[in-house]
Each structure stands twice: as C-alpha cells, then as structure tokens.
C-alpha cells in the first residue's frame, strides 16, 4: 500500500517521459488538440464551442486512454496545468475552457483557429 506520496496510477518517471512523448507528438501533429475527460462539464463546453465554430479538432479522452493519468501528468509536467481541458492550438498551449471561452470573446478565438488551418472556412 503506497504513502501519500507516491506515484500512485501516475506510473514512474519513464512512463511519465514516455507520455509526454505521446503528447508532444499529437500537438505537433494536428492543428487543435483538446485533452478531455468525458465527464467533465467543463471540456463539454469547450468541445462545443470549437464545434459551433467549425474546428477541426483532435479529442484525447484521458479517463478512456490506457495511458490517460501519465499523459495527464506529463501535461501538468510541460505546461503547469493538471486540469482538463488543457487546450493547445496550433501546437501552441492555450489553457483550459475558460481561457479558451475568454479568447473568443476578445475575438481571437477565430483567427487563431485559422491560422492554425483549424477551420475549413471562417465562423460568422
């Protein structure tokens, strides 16, 4: 039975490094990435909002990935969040739901999205 502080699921070092290896790769490899948990209310409305603006999007649901609570680790390890959604466009770290909500209210959401060749054609 572990302490308090160890690892826990988390796994060890090697499989914390090898889960970010993973990560980095599907960032660099689509234009949005969005690391999710399927019940979390929070990256449902994320999902949405990138839906309604026509994103191409990528969905990594942690609580359904074999891997999913090293991948959440490394996150936390690579960009100082541990909480989902943990949104990157662009290969580009944006944060989570209300970043990523604040972002399209100052009306940046979109452009960035394109940018990213995120969106087939822009959102009205």
Excluded: W
């Amino acid at each position: 039975m572990g302490g308090i502080f160890s690892s826990g699921r988390q796994g060890d070092p090697e499989e914390i490094r090898m889960a970010l290896q993973k990560a980095q790769e599907i960032v660099a490899n689509e234009p949005v990435v969005v690391f999710s948990k399927t019940y979390c209310p929070y990256c449902t409305r994320a999902k949405k909002l990138l839906t309604l603006l026509g994103a191409r999007f990528k969905v990594i649901e942690l609580d359904k990935e074999n891997d999913g609570s090293q991948v959440q680790a490394a996150l936390a390890e690579l960009t100082g969040q541990r909480t989902v959604p943990n949104v990157f466009i662009g290969g580009k770290h944006i944060g989570g739901c209300d970043t990523l909500t604040e972002i399209h209210g100052e009306g940046k959401l979109v452009p960035l999205l394109t940018e990213s060749d995120a969106l087939v054609s822009p959102a009205a």
